[in-house]
């Protein structure tokens, strides 16, 4: 059976598996984001706050550095990530083990922020340290823990477990700091202590630093047997080790780092030491590197990696990153070296270290990264090998025009980037020296683009997209865009804008979704088909489409009502326990097409879950408009609400099904009624046998209402496939008709197999035609 215009809520799976939508599975209120991306093992995002709308790129890398860059503060499953700083302390006394209650002045907690603790002892209440926990706030000077968000909304607290702890206890949480909010400058999160708290937070890259001042002792401060003769400078770079901060570093590792600077005064070493004097540190630097030139050369050639020492003892340690810390604590910022030349480690001193150029997205390949967007929107730069903070100026990729949207796995060899009217990808090729980025682009499709970073998804090796201006469209995993890949769906969609689609993969049922607004629509990749419109009205959902992503085998939906995202999980159950479905047939014209053609028997096969709710078969003839949504009733009024502009005269007479939760009584979730037109936005409500008007029962909106000549309501078996007994419809003069079935479903079974009408085609006209 093919499905017709006003079918809804029903999926058509694998091999003639149909079954209802689901429903969404909240993640809790406020939980969503503009744009969504996978995040680690999950998903996070990045959302709106004040003034600013969510743009850009988000990635988590395998040791759970983070980078994002664009607009919007980063959430990871809907909560805020911070960088951390401590809140306050509180001692085993202010914990009631039986309530999970913490006693703590002016503790300035709200309900549902994460934050995490430590203790110079045990932890009370079993709680672990470095996880993230979710205050609850009772009062201005106690709160509660909970295990999730949604818990802690709910008041859902820990109790009853643990003891009060022994120690002292530090909470942790973004006190005295904002969330990490992406700019044009690529940002980058170190040190992840907790689900949603980094230790540093930098921006990417470093200065370059000032030029090394150096003089010549005379007096050595140390027992340094000096070595060096001949003439000699130097340069010094800055390097961000956030891992062993505060401490020198006995190798020549170097995580991010700095241009190095200019070079210093030419000085000659007669058998002595030479004193560098270091200049201030910047932005994010935790540990200095310095180089020389070889002696012998009168301070010119290639500056190479020194290593120092605090004597010249055999066995003295060479450090080759030296801490910050250990320059600050050195008189006026000087320490001496002693050195020979075979000491000089062979690393050049790093002249290509440039700070990435502002952009609006970032892809990581392999062992690289690229900053999209940068310049005149156009350039994509390409950091070095190994060094995601490091840019070569002229290790540049160009695009024809601003990219507007990327899309690649975390960490992969290649990527797909758009602009608005082209589609590329760049692929990793390796290190080609220093007049070659390592990375390629290659043009797919040079006229189509995507407008909007949520007007594609990748799944299963092909890519759907929504294209501004012609709709649906998928790239197969060949590379090749089919432009027919929506057609079956293209009525239903030609209203649909690029910048309110969102386009997602349902690993679960292996499908492409497309959501716009209230209403979305997907098609299987097992089955070949496409499913009937889902609609989130249906699902006890008012709100519109603003961002998917799929993790962790679902497809995650952020759902925006009234300016307040909430992420959801797309078609779970665990929510739901009712989706009405309606299954409508096509318009069929009879061979005979005079007057007279009558229907008189009516019969369908359903297949019925746990709710056995009367299932409603409504027969429609002759061409006329099936269903109206966006209806409204009010309780006590026998008046019927529809979007302006929706009755005339026309509607007077036609049988309404309005559905909606105790519109006829408090259980009753249907009402059989005939239409009188009053405006064209309202018509009344009366019984079909009597005439006698019929008052709705509670006050809706939302309400979906089929529109026929004939209506019927029949009580199902639960739990079974089923025929619904024969109906006597009795309506003549059907030059054309469609049946609809209504069946509100479990949320879990349910459906119509086929709908068998019989007829007896006659003709009454004097003219035999």
């Given at each position: 059976?093919?499905?017709?215009?006003?079918?809804?809520?029903?999926?058509?799976?694998?091999?003639?598996?149909?079954?209802?939508?689901?429903?969404?599975?909240?993640?809790?209120?406020?939980?969503?984001?503009?744009?969504?991306?996978?995040?680690?093992?999950?998903?996070?995002?990045?959302?709106?706050?004040?003034?600013?709308?969510?743009?850009?790129?988000?990635?988590?890398?395998?040791?759970?550095?983070?980078?994002?860059?664009?607009?919007?503060?980063?959430?990871?499953?809907?909560?805020?990530?911070?960088?951390?700083?401590?809140?306050?302390?509180?001692?085993?006394?202010?914990?009631?083990?039986?309530?999970?209650?913490?006693?703590?002045?002016?503790?300035?907690?709200?309900?549902?922020?994460?934050?995490?603790?430590?203790?110079?002892?045990?932890?009370?209440?079993?709680?672990?340290?470095?996880?993230?926990?979710?205050?609850?706030?009772?009062?201005?000077?106690?709160?509660?823990?909970?295990?999730?968000?949604?818990?802690?909304?709910?008041?859902?607290?820990?109790?009853?477990?643990?003891?009060?702890?022994?120690?002292?206890?530090?909470?942790?949480?973004?006190?005295?700091?904002?969330?990490?909010?992406?700019?044009?400058?690529?940002?980058?999160?170190?040190?992840?202590?907790?689900?949603?708290?980094?230790?540093?937070?930098?921006?990417?890259?470093?200065?370059?630093?000032?030029?090394?001042?150096?003089?010549?002792?005379?007096?050595?401060?140390?027992?340094?047997?000096?070595?060096?003769?001949?003439?000699?400078?130097?340069?010094?770079?800055?390097?961000?080790?956030?891992?062993?901060?505060?401490?020198?570093?006995?190798?020549?590792?170097?995580?991010?780092?700095?241009?190095?600077?200019?070079?210093?005064?030419?000085?000659?070493?007669?058998?002595?030491?030479?004193?560098?004097?270091?200049?201030?540190?910047?932005?994010?630097?935790?540990?200095?590197?310095?180089?020389?030139?070889?002696?012998?050369?009168?301070?010119?050639?290639?500056?190479?990696?020194?290593?120092?020492?605090?004597?010249?003892?055999?066995?003295?340690?060479?450090?080759?990153g030296i801490s910050e810390t250990t320059v600050a604590n050195a008189p006026s910022r000087t320490l001496e070296f002693d050195y020979r030349t075979g000491d000089l480690l062979p690393e050049l001193a790093w002249i290509q270290?440039?700070?990435?150029?502002?952009?609006?997205?970032?892809?990581?390949?392999?062992?690289?990264?690229?900053?999209?967007?940068?310049?005149?929107?156009?350039?994509?730069?390409?950091?070095?090998?190994?060094?995601?903070?490091?840019?070569?100026?002229?290790?540049?990729?160009?695009?024809?025009?601003?990219?507007?949207?990327?899309?690649?796995?975390?960490?992969?060899?290649?990527?797909?980037?758009?602009?608005?009217?082209?589609?590329?990808?760049?692929?990793?090729?390796?290190?080609?020296?220093?007049?070659?980025?390592?990375?390629?682009?290659?043009?797919?499709?040079?006229?189509?683009?995507?407008?909007?970073?949520?007007?594609?998804?990748?799944?299963?090796?092909?890519?759907?997209?929504?294209?501004?201006?012609?709709?649906?469209?998928?790239?197969?995993?060949?590379?090749?865009?089919?432009?027919?890949?929506?057609?079956?769906?293209?009525?239903?969609?030609?209203?649909?804008?690029?910048?309110?689609?969102?386009?997602?993969?349902?690993?679960?049922?292996?499908?492409?979704?497309?959501?716009?607004?209230?209403?979305?629509?997907?098609?299987?990749?097992?089955?070949?088909?496409?499913?009937?419109?889902?609609?989130?009205?249906?699902?006890?959902?008012?709100?519109?489409?603003?961002?998917?992503?799929?993790?962790?085998?679902?497809?995650?939906?952020?759902?925006?009502?009234?300016?307040?995202?909430?992420?959801?999980?797309?078609?779970?159950?665990?929510?739901?326990?009712?989706?009405?479905?309606?299954?409508?047939?096509?318009?069929?014209?009879?061979?005979?097409?005079?007057?007279?053609?009558?229907?008189?028997?009516?019969?369908?096969?359903?297949?019925?879950?746990?709710?056995?709710?009367?299932?409603?078969?409504?027969?429609?003839?002759?061409?006329?408009?099936?269903?109206?949504?966006?209806?409204?009733?009010?309780?006590?009024?026998?008046?019927?609400?529809?979007?302006?502009?929706?009755?005339?005269?026309?509607?007077?007479?036609?049988?309404?099904?309005?559905?909606?939760?105790?519109?006829?009584?408090?259980?009753?979730?249907?009402?059989?009624?005939?239409?009188?037109?009053?405006t064209n936005a309202t018509a009344t409500m009366t019984n079909p046998t009597t005439g006698t008007n019929v008052n709705a029962q509670a006050s809706l909106t939302n309400v979906f209402v089929l529109i026929g000549e004939y209506?019927?309501?029949?009580?199902?078996?639960?739990?079974?496939?089923?025929?619904?007994?024969?109906?006597?419809?009795?309506?003549?003069?059907?030059?054309?008709?469609?049946?609809?079935?209504?069946?509100?479903?479990?949320?879990?079974?349910?459906?119509?197999?086929?709908?068998?009408?019989?007829?007896?085609?006659?003709?009454?006209?004097?003219?035999?035609?």
């Amino acid at each position: 059976m093919q499905w017709g215009d006003g079918s809804c809520n029903l999926f058509m799976l694998g091999e003639g598996y149909r079954r209802p939508f689901r429903g969404y599975f909240t993640q809790g209120t406020g939980t969503g984001s503009r744009l969504m991306f996978p995040f680690g093992s999950t998903y996070g995002g990045l959302r709106d706050y004040s003034t600013v709308t969510a743009l850009g790129s988000l990635l988590e890398d395998y040791s759970n550095t983070l980078f994002t860059i664009g607009a919007g503060e980063v959430v990871k499953e809907g909560i805020p990530v911070s960088e951390y700083a401590l809140d306050f302390t509180f001692d085993p006394a202010d914990v009631t083990v039986s309530t999970g209650t913490i006693a703590e002045t002016s503790h300035g907690l709200t309900t549902g922020e994460p934050v995490f603790l430590r203790s110079t002892g045990t932890l009370p209440l079993g709680l672990v340290a470095n996880r993230a926990y979710f205050a609850i706030n009772i009062t201005a000077n106690t709160f509660r823990f909970a295990l999730t968000y949604k818990n802690a909304l709910a008041g859902t607290a820990i109790a009853n477990v643990g003891t009060q702890g022994t120690g002292v206890h530090s909470l942790f949480g973004d006190a005295g700091s904002l969330p990490i909010r992406a700019s044009s400058i690529m940002k980058v999160g170190y040190n992840r202590v907790a689900d949603y708290f980094y230790e540093y937070v930098e921006d990417a890259g470093l200065p370059r630093v000032d030029t090394p001042q150096v003089t010549i002792p005379t007096s050595p401060s140390a027992s340094y047997l000096g070595l060096i003769n001949g003439t000699v400078n130097y340069k010094i770079a800055a390097i961000r080790d956030v891992a062993n901060a505060g401490q020198d570093i006995d190798n020549p590792a170097a995580p991010v780092r700095g241009l190095a600077s200019s070079a210093s005064v030419v000085v000659t070493l007669i058998n002595n030491t030479v004193r560098i004097t270091f200049p201030t540190a910047v932005t994010g630097q935790t540990h200095w590197a310095v180089f020389s030139t070889q002696e012998g050369f009168g301070g010119t050639g290639a500056f190479y990696r020194l290593g120092w020492r605090q004597t010249s003892d055999a066995d003295a340690v060479w450090y080759f990153g030296i801490s910050e810390t250990t320059v600050a604590n050195a008189p006026s910022r000087t320490l001496e070296f002693d050195y020979r030349t075979g000491d000089l480690l062979p690393e050049l001193a790093w002249i290509q270290d440039y700070e990435p150029p502002p952009g609006s997205h970032c892809i990581r390949l392999e062992n690289i990264m690229v900053v999209l967007g940068a310049y005149d929107g156009t350039v994509g730069a390409v950091s070095l090998p190994n060094y995601f903070e490091s840019y070569n100026p002229f290790h540049l990729l160009y695009f024809p025009e601003p990219v507007t949207a990327v899309l690649q796995r975390q960490i992969d060899n290649y990527a797909f980037v758009a602009t608005r009217n082209g589609i590329y990808t760049i692929q990793y090729v390796g290190y080609r020296g220093e007049d070659l980025p390592s990375a390629t682009v290659t043009t797919i499709s040079p006229e189509i683009g995507i407008a909007y970073q949520h007007n594609w998804a990748i799944g299963a090796g092909n890519i759907a997209m929504f294209i501004e201006g012609a709709g649906i469209a998928i790239m197969r995993n060949e590379g090749v865009i089919d432009y027919e890949f929506g057609r079956e769906v293209a009525r239903f969609t030609r209203g649909w804008t690029a910048v309110n689609t969102k386009v997602g993969f349902d690993p679960s049922t292996r499908s492409f979704v497309f959501g716009h607004l209230g209403e979305s629509v997907s098609f299987c990749l097992e089955s070949g088909v496409w499913s009937t419109p889902v609609y989130n009205t249906d699902a006890g959902v008012n709100a519109n489409w603003l961002a998917c992503i799929n993790a962790q085998g679902r497809l995650y939906t952020s759902l925006d009502a009234s300016g307040t995202a909430t992420a959801y999980i797309y078609d779970d159950a665990t929510d739901t326990t009712r989706m009405p479905i309606c299954s409508s047939g096509q318009w069929i014209v009879p061979q005979g097409t005079g007057r007279g053609n009558g229907i008189y028997e009516l019969a369908s096969a359903i297949d019925q879950g746990n709710n056995i709710e009367p299932v409603i078969s409504v027969l429609h003839k002759n061409l006329f408009q099936k269903y109206i949504r966006g209806c409204s009733t009010t309780n006590g009024s026998n008046t019927l609400t529809a979007p302006a502009n929706t009755f005339t005269t026309a509607w007077t007479g036609k049988i309404a099904v309005v559905t909606g939760l105790n519109v006829g009584g408090s259980g009753v979730n249907y009402l059989i009624v005939r239409l009188t037109f009053a405006t064209n936005a309202t018509a009344t409500m009366t019984n079909p046998t009597t005439g006698t008007n019929v008052n709705a029962q509670a006050s809706l909106t939302n309400v979906f209402v089929l529109i026929g000549e004939y209506a019927y309501a029949q009580t199902p078996v639960a739990n079974r496939e089923q025929h619904l007994p024969n109906l006597r419809p009795a309506v003549q003069d059907c030059r054309s008709y469609a049946v609809s079935v209504y069946q509100p479903t479990d949320a879990v079974r349910g459906g119509c197999y086929e709908v068998d009408i019989f007829g007896s085609p006659h003709r009454t006209s004097a003219v035999n035609v």
